[in-house]
């Protein structure tokens, strides 16, 4: 069953997520942050501290969104973060963002779909992408796409929402985000599908060791899951083979 966020519409869930996206931008970054109670911005402080291990010098940001996580990503000093997204309007909003910091020389973005990467084989010396796997067409596919633009021996890092395990915190943690975070997210939004379908993209998305046994399929090695926050999110680590291809 595809999870789409526009139940109704006969368009493919790329286009629906665009759309979806590109119709809250404004009020994107108010809500991820208030909604998460700002937890958000430490997932992404600590998914760029297991990057900066890797000491890359050129970074791909898949799904890249408003550019939080490229902005977050500056702080280990690479040369350069390419951020992609499919949502025209959110990189407007990237755009200014990196503007307003004066990062626009470092941090570049352009509008481009995850799963047909328009980059070379062996580009990039790491590739990050925060929320943003589970509202690919394919997974799969998107993840062999990151593959292929990635130096031999390069690095992914993936932050998504997973689901916690344990009572009673996973109860709660349903409750919150079947009915308070969808009903917060439509009046501040205006977008009635767009909460209600973070719900269910988190809900039926593989997650922990399912979403590992993904990026093995797509072709990663040495993968590993750091959990945050009780399961709530889970940071994904993985590299890409040094015979490739």
């Known amino acids: 069953m595809a999870i789409v966020p526009y139940k109704d519409s006969p368009d493919p869930k790329k286009q629906q997520v665009a759309n979806?996206?590109?119709?809250?931008?404004?009020?994107?970054?108010?809500?991820?942050?208030?909604?998460?109670?700002?937890?958000d911005r430490s997932w992404r402080r600590k998914a760029v501290e297991v990057l900066r291990k890797y000491s890359p010098r050129l970074i791909l940001d898949v799904a890249t969104g408003t550019g939080d996580f490229a902005v977050a990503a500056n702080r280990i000093e690479p040369e350069k973060i390419i951020g992609i997204d499919i949502s025209e309007e959110m990189l407007k909003v990237g755009q200014q963002k990196v503007e307003k910091?004066?990062?626009?020389?470092?941090?570049?973005?352009?509008?481009?779909?995850?799963?047909?990467?328009?980059?070379?084989?062996?580009?990039?010396?790491?590739?990050?992408?925060?929320?943003?796997?589970?509202?690919?067409?394919?997974?799969?596919?998107?993840?062999?796409?990151?593959l292929r633009v990635l130096r031999e021996e390069g690095h992914i890092i993936v932050l998504e929402f997973s689901k916690p395990e344990s009572a009673p915190f996973k109860q709660v943690y349903h409750l919150y985000f079947k009915n308070v975070l969808p009903f917060i997210g439509r009046i501040i939004s205006r977008d009635k599908a767009a909460y209600t379908y973070l719900f269910d993209s988190v809900r039926f998305f593989p997650s922990g060791r399912q979403f590992l046994d993904l990026m093995t399929e797509a072709g990663f090695i040495n993968n590993e899951m750091i959990r945050l926050t009780f399961g709530i999110a889970t940071i994904y680590c993985g590299q890409k083979p040094k015979s490739w291809g």
Do not use: C, Q
């Open 101 to 146: 910091l004066g990062l626009y020389e470092k941090i570049e973005f352009l509008i481009a779909d995850s799963e047909n990467l328009p980059f070379k084989e062996n580009t990039f010396d790491a590739a990050i992408s925060g929320f943003g796997v589970r509202n690919f067409e394919s997974p799969v596919v998107g993840l062999a796409e990151i």
């Open 20 to 39: 979806m996206f590109d119709r809250i931008s404004r009020r994107y970054d108010f809500l991820n942050h208030t909604l998460s109670f700002n937890i």
